[in-house]
């Protein structure tokens, strides 16, 4: 097939004739600015291939950052040890025993401090933070000592992600699973809670999310936020990104937030600046669905989102609501249906200097390769020989292309790109096909292909009685076409057939609760309530009805003595420790160091479990019903402008998606098969696809400035990324080009999305009872899983 024209030409002839061609260099270049121009070129990408393996560690590798000078990278492990690595030599220089005794999840130099001071946040709740001048010498000359400089255990869950201001070497700032990010400032104290202090009983929140996670943005805020993942803004360091444990990022500004507080009294969370989630993904229930990753690209224009069982998407930063593609919650059901189209979905205006594409220059037969690449595109799709070719043949016109392509080409392929998605059926691909069709309607909205294509993708989504609106926009549009009448035939008969059912359902339900009425009396109600209150999940799998002590009873009872019913919600929590006196200590037949928690709370509405915890602990002057008004009806949130398929990301929840380079052309993701993704940022076209790990690859951390990428997972190494020469170099490039691994790229990512479909049990729960065989033939608690 034909193959796509890399964009910014081929480094190789610069580097040979020391000479700069504007027309090969993805932005304005300046001399000075030279190493950033060409730091992640596409020629040197394509070339990435393992250029070292480091070892050093005896766990799992779950963090990596680089110092500001990129000459030192720090790691951090399930061993409880963070080593520091020297990038030229790539020899570790110290290897720090830092303490902790959970799995260390996060590490970060602290800036100005000449890289002395550095500081890690673990699954035992603590942040330390250690002086590298101060270790004492272990074995080899490293330094290798346990002792602190500073250790905050204000927190009560794990510490998941840290993070530090450029130019600011006193504050550090946290995030845990406990729902609240801390400030702590070394200038006002080395230890937290201080010394004689009760435990958690430190000023130092900056953010309580205790109460903030929200199952759709419609929603009131009603669970913990547990935290994953925070970031602040290279550019802005006043502005915070926080993800958690919904499918919502927040952006808050640190100016507005109110001042730093006690963790003792749960507080009202918030008013953040924005959310960020595709607009598909802002009305799901699901409570598996969460980020696992948050970052600002290198400009701070753009922030990129990884999400467990999902994809990773691409979003503008907000800096007001007419810079982007902003909804309300009210905005998503009108998407759907044969009406104008709305905010969010109308073609963005281009700049002038946007027109030739991904600001490069391209040459006048660019349109004349777009119509040859779209009629490439449109045989793969009718002969059925690669969907995915369509899918990115068209990305790469519409979005590399600019206006330049013109409003008919750009319609013609926005309706080829969404008949793709109809026929591959990835996750969420009918979704994409609705966004594509929407953004035809807006180009031309007599179309008839984009009527019908929104018809069969709203058909597919169940919703028959819109797809049957648009199914007959799209026959009145084109009368003649036989296939667009049947198809309105076909969907009135499914209309009709849902009608009946619902009908037969509804019947069935009057005369099952008239059987169950004469047949159950008051008392027999009461007995069934009664012995459903002991149906616990610990019971069910630990415990017997007899077994149980009055006064454990009395601990889970309700106010009206319930236990368990239609008024009551349940929330488990897993909780697991590694330290070694819970190995030994450990009971027979239980895994060591797991613990099983329930919580029973009233199912309350949203409005009145807000004006409950505000009433017991608000701090703020904003009034319950204004806050209410507020978060349902006038937050907005900010859409996905891309999206990079083709990884798995189920197994661990620190996974990480990053731009590639000083400029971001490329973004990079570890996946659950063992491989690591790489994508062009502005296309979603995928162009390089590395084994990383023989398990999973959690962490891809981009050199500042050198074309060099690391890479973590469930190895206990660290695997280092440089160009190799063109004849060495191997990986694959999904548009035109064969691939050069072992296994078939196309098949390996449909693995991966079919593995990304199953709904399975909670991670938290399915990691404590299973169990893998151990080289000797024993069984162990599967390790290195940070779900």
């Not at 250790?151 to 510490?159: D, G, I, M, N, W």
């Not at 059925?384 to 990115?392: H, M, P």
């Not at 292909?449 to 007959?472: N, R, V």
């Given at each position: 097939m034909?193959q796509?024209?890399?964009g910014d ?6 580097l040979?004739?020391r ?5 090969q260099v993805p ?7 030279f190493?950033r121009s060409v730091q992640m070129h596409?020629?040197l990408v ?8 480091m070892?050093?560690?005896q766990?799992?590798?779950?963090t990596l950052?680089?110092?500001a000078?990129?000459?030192?990278l720090?790691?951090g ?6 080593n520091i ?15 902790h005794s959970g799995?260390i ?7 100005e401090?000449?890289?002395?001071l ?12 250690h ?6 010498g272990?074995k080899?000359?490293r330094?290798?000592?346990s002792?602190?400089t ?7 869950k794990?510490?998941k992600?840290?993070a ?7 504050v550090?700032?946290?995030a845990s699973?406990d729902?609240t990010?801390?400030q702590h ?36 805020p009603r669970h913990c ?8 803004s290279?550019?802005?360091p ?9 499918a919502?990022a ?5 100016r507005?937030?109110p ?5 003792q009294?749960p ?9 960020f989630c ?7 229930s699901?409570s598996s669905l969460?980020?696992?990753h948050?970052?600002?690209?290198p ?12 994809h ?5 930063a ?8 902003v ?8 998407r759907?249906v044969?009406a104008?189209?709305v ?8 700049s ?7 600001g ?8 004349q390769e777009?119509?040859?690449?779209f009629e490439?595109?449109k045989k793969a ?10 899918v990115e043949?068209?990305?790469?016109i519409?979005d590399?292309?600019?206006?330049v392509?013109?409003?008919q080409?750009r319609?013609?392929c926005?309706c080829?790109?969404?008949?793709a ?7 969420n ?9 929407n953004?035809a ?8 292909q984009?009527?019908?294509?929104m018809?069969e993708?709203?058909?597919s ?6 797809a049957?609106d648009?199914a007959?926009?799209a026959?009145?549009l ?5 296939r667009?009448?049947?198809h ?6 499914m209309?009709?057939?849902?009608e009946?059912s619902?009908?037969?359902r509804?019947n069935?339900?009057?005369v099952?609760?008239e059987?169950k009425?004469?047949?159950?009396t008051?008392?027999?109600?009461k007995?069934?309530r ?7 999940i610990s019971?069910?799998l630990?415990?017997?009805e007899?077994?149980?002590s ?5 601990t ?7 236990l368990?019913?239609d008024?009551?919600e349940?929330e488990?929590e ?10 030994r200590?450990g ?8 613990s ?6 009233p199912?309350?509405?949203g409005r009145e479990?807000?004006n409950r915890v505000?009433?017991s602990g ?14 349902v009806?006038?937050?907005i949130?900010?859409?996905?402008r891309q999206r990079?398929v083709?990884h ?14 000083e400029k ?6 570890g ?5 690591w ?13 590395l ?6 690859v959690?962490?891809v951390q ?16 660290i ?5 190799t020469?063109?004849r060495?170099?191997?990986g694959?490039?999904m548009?035109?080009e ?9 098949h ?13 049990l909670?991670?938290?729960?399915l ?13 162990h608690p599967?390790?290195?899983?940070q779900?």
């Amino acid at each position: 097939m034909k193959q796509v024209r890399c964009g910014d030409g081929n480094i190789l002839g610069l580097l040979d004739g020391r000479t700069i061609d504007s027309q090969q260099v993805p932005h304005h270049y300046q001399e000075q600015h030279f190493m950033r121009s060409v730091q992640m070129h596409s020629s040197l990408v394509h070339r990435l291939e393992m250029d070292d393996v480091m070892e050093g560690h005896q766990g799992c590798v779950n963090t990596l950052a680089w110092n500001a000078k990129g000459s030192l990278l720090l790691s951090g492990s399930d061993d409880t040890k963070v080593n520091i690595w020297d990038y030229g030599s790539r020899k570790l220089v110290h290897d720090i025993y830092t303490g902790h005794s959970g799995y260390i999840f996060c590490t970060k130099f602290m800036p100005e401090t000449g890289d002395d001071l550095v500081v890690s946040g673990a699954g035992d709740s603590e942040v330390r933070v250690h002086r590298v001048s101060r270790l004492a010498g272990g074995k080899g000359g490293r330094k290798s000592s346990s002792d602190q400089t500073a250790v905050f255990r204000c927190h009560s869950k794990r510490v998941k992600k840290l993070a530090v201001e450029d130019g600011n070497p006193h504050v550090i700032w946290s995030a845990s699973e406990d729902g609240t990010l801390r400030q702590h400032d070394l200038r006002e104290g080395i230890a937290c809670p201080p010394h004689g202090s009760p435990p958690h009983d430190c000023r130092n929140v900056l953010l309580d999310l205790r109460c903030a996670a929200k199952k759709a943005l419609q929603a009131p805020p009603r669970h913990c936020l547990e935290l994953k993942t925070c970031a602040l803004s290279p550019t802005r360091p006043n502005h915070l990104l926080i993800g958690g444990s919904d499918a919502f990022a927040r952006l808050y500004d640190r100016r507005m937030l109110p001042h730093l507080s006690s963790a003792q009294q749960p507080s009202k969370p918030p008013p953040c600046v924005c959310y960020f989630c595709p607009a598909h993904l802002s009305d799901k229930s699901r409570s598996s669905l969460h980020l696992t990753h948050v970052t600002f690209s290198p400009s701070g224009e753009e922030v990129l989102l990884s999400y467990s069982g999902e994809h990773v998407y691409l979003m503008d930063a907000f800096t007001g609501q007419e810079d982007g593609v902003v909804y309300r919650a009210s905005d998503v059901p009108k998407r759907t249906v044969l009406a104008p189209i709305v905010n969010g979905t109308n073609v963005q205006s281009k700049s002038p200097g946007a027109a030739l594409g991904n600001g490069y220059r391209r040459g006048s037969s660019w349109v004349q390769e777009c119509r040859e690449l779209f009629e490439e595109a449109k045989k793969a799709l009718t002969t059925g020989n690669s969907y995915l070719y369509a899918v990115e043949a068209s990305s790469e016109i519409i979005d590399a292309g600019g206006t330049v392509i013109g409003n008919q080409l750009r319609h013609d392929c926005l309706c080829l790109r969404a008949s793709a998605f109809l026929k591959r059926k990835w996750k969420n691909d009918l979704h994409m096909a609705i966004r594509d069709c929407n953004e035809a309607r807006a180009i031309d909205p007599m179309s008839p292909q984009a009527h019908h294509h929104m018809a069969e993708a709203l058909s597919s989504l169940l919703k028959h009685k819109e797809a049957l609106d648009f199914a007959i926009r799209a026959h009145q549009l084109e009368p003649s076409d036989v296939r667009l009448s049947e198809h309105v035939a076909l969907l009135r008969s499914m209309l009709k057939t849902d009608e009946d059912s619902k009908n037969n359902r509804n019947n069935d339900g009057d005369v099952k609760l008239e059987r169950k009425a004469s047949r159950n009396t008051e008392a027999d109600l009461k007995l069934e309530r009664k012995a459903s209150r002991l149906r616990t999940i610990s019971n069910l799998l630990f415990r017997s009805e007899s077994d149980l002590s009055e006064g454990y009873q009395d601990t889970w009872r309700g106010e009206r003595g319930d236990l368990f019913n239609d008024d009551m919600e349940m929330e488990m929590e897993i909780e697991m420790s590694v330290g070694e006196e819970d190995d030994r200590d450990g009971e027979q037949g239980v895994l060591p160091g797991s613990s099983l928690n329930l919580r029973l709370r009233p199912k309350v509405e949203g409005r009145e479990r807000t004006n409950r915890v505000l009433s017991s602990g608000s701090t703020t002057s904003t009034s319950g019903a204004n806050y209410e008004n507020f978060a349902v009806e006038g937050e907005i949130a900010v859409d996905m402008r891309q999206r990079y398929v083709g990884h798995c990301n189920t197994g661990t929840d620190i996974k990480q998606a990053s731009f590639l380079g000083e400029k971001g052309e490329f973004v990079a993701s570890g996946s659950d098969d063992g491989r690591w993704f790489i994508w062009v940022k502005k296309t979603g076209r995928l162009v390089k696809m590395l084994v990383g790990d023989e398990d999973v690859v959690n962490c891809v951390q981009c050199h500042p400035f050198d074309c060099a990428v690391a890479t973590s997972g469930l190895d206990n190494t660290i695997k280092m990324w440089a160009p190799t020469s063109p004849r060495r170099a191997g990986g694959m490039s999904m548009v035109g080009e064969e691939a050069a691994e072992f296994t078939d790229p196309k098949h390996v990512m449909d693995i991966n999305q079919r593995n990304m479909h199953r709904q399975n049990l909670p991670m938290e729960f399915l990691h404590r009872f299973r169990v893998q065989e151990s080289t000797e033939g024993a069984s162990h608690p599967f390790e290195c899983t940070q779900s």
